[in-house]
């Protein structure tokens, strides 16, 4: 897959990469990105001489069809693992079973700790479960990364990519030993949570905002399904004027 995919991307949109000497050529650890586009797992394994891999929503391995055939090998063959996302508990869960066995076979286990796409490409709240406790759990160092302009090359709902250079940068390891054994205190999975987007913040440079991008993605529904109602609520009301006045 990186000689399919990877070659072809990096010849199309030729991505600059500053930081490639913070991953090691070796050994377990994990990347810890921002994420503005669904191409976000595509573009930083092209750009890594080693295998990474991420989690995904268990219905990309499970649609009906040939053409939810082809897509399941597709993910599974750029290394990515299905997720259940439903039950009490999510995909927290599932996400940290999946971070650990990677991490334990040495290998590079990527996660977005905003634990879905920014919808403004700003950047949100860290979620403290997945993260910070397969970090704790494993000991493996956190290599912060930044996606740059990957939103302008495929904006949600797009299917068809606009070429332009997007940028990756990798920031130094960060090591999270002096907590080893508190993956369960609250308090702590928060601050290695923050630790971590501040230092995507900076090498960002996003506006940071201080609530989970889930619940920003329910306020922008929320509003856009109320400003319909609006217009349509005053289309109404011109038609009833215009009505009267004709009578």
Avoid: C
């Amino acid at each position: 897959m990186k000689v399919a995919i990877g070659g072809p991307l990096k010849v199309a949109f030729r991505p600059w990469v500053e930081g490639l000497e913070n991953i090691p050529p070796e050994g377990a650890a994990i990347l810890a990105s921002n994420h503005l586009s669904f191409s976000d797992s595509f573009f930083l394994p092209a750009v890594l001489d080693r295998k990474v891999t991420f989690i995904a929503k268990a219905e990309y391995f499970t649609t009906p069809g040939v053409k939810g055939r082809l897509t399941a090998a597709f993910f599974k063959g750029v290394g990515q693992l299905p997720v259940d996302r439903s039950g009490a508990r999510g995909a927290g869960e599932a996400a940290i079973k999946s971070g650990i066995e990677v991490l334990e076979r040495g290998e590079l286990f990527g996660i977005y700790p905003e634990g879905t796409r920014s919808p403004d490409g700003r950047l949100y709240r860290g979620k403290p479960g997945g993260l910070a406790r397969v970090a704790l759990a494993t000991g493996a160092p956190v290599i912060p990364v930044a996606m740059i302009d990957t939103e302008k090359i495929q904006p949600p709902g797009k299917v068809m990519p606009k070429l332009m250079r997007p940028g990756i940068r990798i920031g130094k390891p960060l090591d999270f030993s002096r907590y080893q054994g508190m993956e369960h205190d609250r308090f702590v999975l928060r601050a290695v949570t923050d630790e971590v987007m501040y230092e995507i913040m900076k090498l960002s440079g996003q506006e940071y905002v201080d609530m989970y991008a889930t619940a920003a993605k329910r306020q922008i529904t929320d509003a856009a399904k109320a400003a319909k109602e609006a217009e349509k609520a005053e289309k109404a009301a011109k038609e009833a004027e215009k009505k009267q006045a004709e009578g």
